[in-house]
């Protein structure tokens, strides 16, 4: 018997088409590859924990080390996290849809979901993403589609190689795909950076006035 092979969806032919499929393959508790504003990275639903568990197996990556979750407004991330004032509210509203994802302390009912303290969220400026964020408005886990300890896979073709036999469905663009890595910074008084990626620190530090 063959292996099963993922779906292979080209997301420029028709994004809506292709954003009901991933939808439904996020309701069903699947694994998919999608394109993010930053490289292409595994997507699921993080309060499902036979698909996490899947993606930490494919990645091959330590249990204790989080994903990053993608939402589409400040208001639906504000059921799972915690934000100390309207300032904060301001500045996350002055730097997103960016790629740059803030560390913020979870309530107590995601702390019990998701097993952990805080988590990095992040509003992505993508189109597919959005409208798939904005269909299913749950947080949506992000992670580069590598094996831990490799580069993240930038072409199609070679994400298609790779991982066909792992996921459920591969979700591509002809467009180019640049190796930047979102900044991360960690909101609790002030930003504090944890990794610098395409967005400047420097920049997002002149935005919390």
């Not at 063959?2 to 699947?30: C, F, H, M, P, W």
């Not at 990053?68 to 100390?84: C, P, R, S, V």
Request: charged share 35%.
């Amino acid at each position: 018997m063959s292996e099963k092979k993922a779906e292979i969806i080209n997301i420029d032919y028709n994004i809506d088409e292709a954003v009901q499929r991933a939808k439904k393959l996020y309701t069903e508790g699947k694994v998919f590859i999608y394109p993010t504003d930053t490289i292409y990275g595994f997507g699921s639903n993080p309060f499902n924990k036979a698909a996490v568990e899947r993606i930490v197996n494919i990645k091959g990556r330590e249990d204790e080390k989080k994903f990053i979750l993608l939402i589409d407004t400040i208001q639906n991330m504000l059921k799972y996290a915690e934000l100390k004032s309207e300032k904060q509210i301001d500045f996350l509203l002055s730097i997103w849809p960016n790629p740059v994802s803030v560390i913020l302390k979870l309530s107590n009912e995601a702390k019990n979901a998701l097993g952990q303290e805080d988590a990095a969220f992040r509003i992505p400026d993508n189109k597919f993403c959005y409208k798939l964020l904005s269909d299913i408005k749950l947080p949506l886990i992000s992670t580069s589609a590598n094996r831990t300890g490799e580069e993240p896979i930038l072409e199609h073709k070679k994400v298609i190689d790779e991982f066909a036999l792992d996921v459920d469905a591969i979700f591509f663009t002809e467009k180019e795909i640049k190796a930047d890595a979102s900044t991360i910074i960690r909101l609790s008084d002030k930003p504090e950076l944890i990794r610098e990626g395409v967005f400047k620190f420097e920049e997002i530090i002149r935005k919390y006035k």
